[in-house]
């Protein structure tokens, strides 16, 4: 496997056939990261009904954990948060969500300053509110 080639067992496990990250010349390109748990299914602030059909969320700490995980990714790569430069998100429910994650993001990006753009999407792949796709400085 390529040295480029970013995995690590402290993120969640990636949905797909694809890396945590991966290193190009001196940027890193992290692959959509969202808030579950490392080590497990768990997703921070969703509950679910018996058909595991999601009743309520709490985008807040889905926000709160992408970020954690991202921080543990890029660690994983010899980088820090304060070295991401762009970053997309992706929000299932922008008119309800998008206040509240913003404030989130707001305490771990305000210092930072990196380039942002914010989406609204149908659905992700598991049943997240939340996902960040980030570019940082190896």
Do not use: C
């Not at 040295?3 to 010349?25: C, L, Q, S």
């Not at 430069?85 to 509240?100: G, P």
């Amino acid at each position: 496997m390529s040295k480029d080639i970013i995995n690590t067992k402290k993120a969640p496990e990636p949905v797909g056939a694809y890396p945590h990250a991966r290193k190009a010349g001196g940027l890193l390109f992290l692959s959509g990261v969202g808030p579950r748990k490392p080590g497990t299914k768990d997703i921070p602030g969703v509950q679910e009904d018996v058909l595991g059909n999601v009743v309520w969320y709490d985008v807040a700490a889905q926000t709160e954990s992408v970020i954690e995980n991202i921080k543990i990714i890029l660690e994983a790569s010899g980088s820090s948060l304060e070295k991401v430069v762009d970053v997309q998100v992706f929000l299932t429910d922008m008119k309800r969500d998008f206040k509240t994650f913003n404030a989130v993001y707001a305490k771990h990006f305000s210092k930072i300053q990196a380039t942002r753009t914010t989406i609204e999407v149908g659905a992700l792949p598991t049943p997240i509110a939340v996902e960040f796709k980030v570019i940082a400085e190896a």
